[in-house]
């Protein structure tokens, strides 16, 4: 078992909650999870690293749950690129828990993205989630760097070449929205496990069924790498 990672980590602000205020003592940190049952958690990285109270105290009440790993995201076209790498490094300095940092090959060469991971892994990172990427922001299209890693399965085969790193990927059991068929998506889901990725990550679902088929028809096609689901809180019925 790890120390309890909320001892070690930022623990000025251990006892406030999201808004910055002292928490009610039942909201202190999160319910006990069964066993069984092994999580991980997204952030989205802080606009500013320094002073991002509600960020920080996000997770402080989180990590009691002794999750896995936390992800930090990166933004379309690479624009939280930076903020993303000081986020994951600062959580691998100040907690006991792993930390993924999302990486995309989007708008960058390959030079670029190895450069990134080389820097993750010297703070001590080796848990990178690489993904495609989605174009900036006005455009509708996705095209590849002229010089860079085309696809997510590129990427993934360009890290394992580059160093040992542990490596999640996407799946989507309602079908890449970019993808021609459910068959040309688990083809490009399994291009990326015969890459060398390690674990899929699906994209966030409505109806436990959509996933439990999709599992199903993975296995059938010959995956047996972990699928783990994706799982949305949803705080706006409108806009998701």
Request: glycine fraction near 8%; charge should be neutral; aromatic fraction near 8%.
């Amino acid at each position: 078992m790890r120390n309890d990672p909320s001892s070690n980590i930022r623990p000025s602000i251990r006892n406030v909650t999201s808004r910055g205020v002292p928490p009610a003592n039942q909201l202190s940190i999160a319910t006990p999870l069964p066993k069984d049952v092994n999580v991980s958690f997204e952030f989205f990285p802080p606009a500013m690293l320094n002073g991002s109270g509600s960020f920080w105290a996000s997770i402080e009440r989180l990590l009691p749950l002794d999750p896995d790993f936390v992800s930090i995201t990166y933004g379309a076209g690479g624009t939280t690129q930076d903020r993303t790498l000081d986020t994951a490094s600062a959580l691998l300095r100040g907690s006991s828990t792993d930390v993924a940092m999302h990486l995309t090959c989007a708008g960058a060469s390959k030079g670029e993205v190895n450069t990134t991971a080389e820097q993750f892994r010297a703070t001590g990172g080796k848990r990178i989630l690489a993904l495609r990427g989605d174009p900036p922001k006005g455009s509708d299209n996705y095209e590849p760097h002229p010089n860079g890693y085309g696809y997510a399965h590129d990427l993934v085969a360009g890290l394992k070449r580059l160093g040992n790193f542990d490596i999640s990927v996407a799946a989507y059991p309602e079908s890449h929205p970019e993808s021609l068929d459910a068959k040309a998506d688990m083809d490009n889901l399994k291009a990326k496990f015969g890459a060398g990725a390690d674990r899929a990550i699906t994209q966030f679902f409505f109806d436990t069924d959509t996933f439990m088929r999709f599992l199903e028809s993975a296995r059938k096609s010959g995956v047996t790498a972990p699928i783990i689901p994706g799982i949305l809180p949803i705080t706006d019925f409108k806009r998701t």
